[in-house]
Each structure stands twice: as C-alpha cells, then as structure tokens.
C-alpha cells in the first residue's frame, strides 16, 4: 500500500496547477485511501504528503521530499529531520527533543539537474498529530550537511480543515 502512495507520489509531483502550487491539496488515491499535500514555501518542489489508509482513516502517516542541487548525497542508513512548530523545536512528551528518523526511498531528476528526494513514509504519532493540529507553520531541518537547504518551511494555518476533509473522504472509500 504505501509502495503505491510512494509511487503515485513520484507520478504526481509536477501536476499542481501554479495557481495553487501553495495550496493543499486532496486526492483519492484509487480506492486505497487518501493523500493530501502542499509545497513547501521556500523550494518549489519540496512538498509534504499525508496519507490515511482507507482501512484506518483516524491514522496519518507523513512522507516528504526534498531539492538538491547537489549530487554527492549523504545516502545514510537513516536521515534525522528535527519538527519546528510555530519556530519551537517539537519535544516528545517527556521534553526531551524529537527527531524524525526518515529513510531515503528514492531520488528523481526535475529539470535536468535538480533532485528530489522521497523520504520513506512515517507514521504519526497521536501527540505529534494533536501539534500539527494547532500549529500555524511547520519546519523541518534536515540533519543531512549536503542539501541545498537545510530547512524547509510549510504554511499550517488550514492544516485543521484539510485534514478533516481528509478524513471524510477517507471514510467514503
């Protein structure tokens, strides 16, 4: 299941209109579920997906890709990526400081020379999930030294709504 999330999200990555390139975006992913989306405010094609398997809408699962320039990856067992809400370091709830370990699934060529990198699909703990609900922005800051930018920025203000609609169209599935 989330090979064919991971595939359609490969497929998909250039198809959003430039009107909205910074909107959210919702889609049935055949009848397995649903994923939603947005780019990121800083690199265009760094984008952010959320997916919810028809077989548990409650259930989010994040997977994102990011740009380079760069050829020479660090293509580490595991990459770390630190959640900034509203410029807070998210902290797991006994304080201590969280990291979002991602594996790197995939990398793409867009427009001759840059690359996307598709980062392996994680699952959404309930305290994370409850955050994002309330955040107005997320950050991500990637560990890897060897990015063309190490931080990436996504506008949540109507991450609330987007992700209810989600829901109910995942429940219709």
């Given at each position: 299941?989330?090979?064919?999330?991971?595939?359609?999200?490969?497929?998909?990555?250039?198809?959003?209109?430039?009107?909205?390139?910074?909107?959210?975006?919702?889609?049935?992913?055949?009848?397995?579920?649903?994923?939603?989306?947005?780019?990121?405010?800083?690199?265009?094609?760094?984008?952010?997906?959320?997916?919810?398997?028809?077989?548990?809408?409650?259930?989010?699962?994040?997977?994102?890709t990011w740009?380079?320039?760069?050829?020479?990856?660090?293509?580490?067992?595991?990459?770390?990526?630190?959640?900034?809400?509203?410029?807070?370091?998210?902290?797991?709830?006994?304080?201590?400081?969280?990291?979002?370990?991602?594996?790197?699934?995939?990398?793409?060529?867009?427009?001759?020379?840059?690359?996307?990198?598709?980062?392996?699909?994680?699952?959404?703990?309930?305290?994370?999930?409850?955050?994002?609900?309330?955040?107005?922005?997320?950050?991500?800051?990637?560990?890897?030294?060897?990015?063309?930018?190490?931080?990436?920025?996504?506008?949540?203000?109507?991450?609330?709504?987007?992700?209810?609609?989600?829901?109910?169209?995942?429940?219709k599935i």
């Open positions: 299941m989330i090979k064919l999330f991971l595939l359609m999200l490969i497929i998909s990555i250039n198809t959003y209109a430039e009107e909205s390139e910074y909107a959210w975006q919702i889609e049935k992913v055949q009848d397995k579920g649903v994923m939603y989306s947005k780019n990121g405010e800083y690199v265009w094609g760094d984008r952010i997906y959320f997916i919810k398997e028809s077989k548990d809408c409650e259930q989010d699962f994040i997977i994102f740009s380079s320039d760069d050829d020479g990856y660090e293509l580490n067992n595991t990459n770390l990526f630190t959640l900034f809400l509203d410029d807070l370091e998210l902290k797991n709830p006994t304080g201590n400081r969280y990291k979002l370990a991602a594996d790197l699934q995939n990398i793409s060529t867009i427009a001759g020379t840059l690359k996307a990198l598709h980062y392996s699909t994680v699952e959404i703990e309930p305290w994370i999930k409850s955050k994002l609900l309330s955040t107005k922005e997320l950050k991500i800051k990637s560990d890897i030294k060897k990015l063309h930018l190490d931080t990436e920025a996504y506008d949540f203000t109507e991450f609330n709504k987007i992700n209810k609609q989600a829901y109910d169209l995942c429940k």
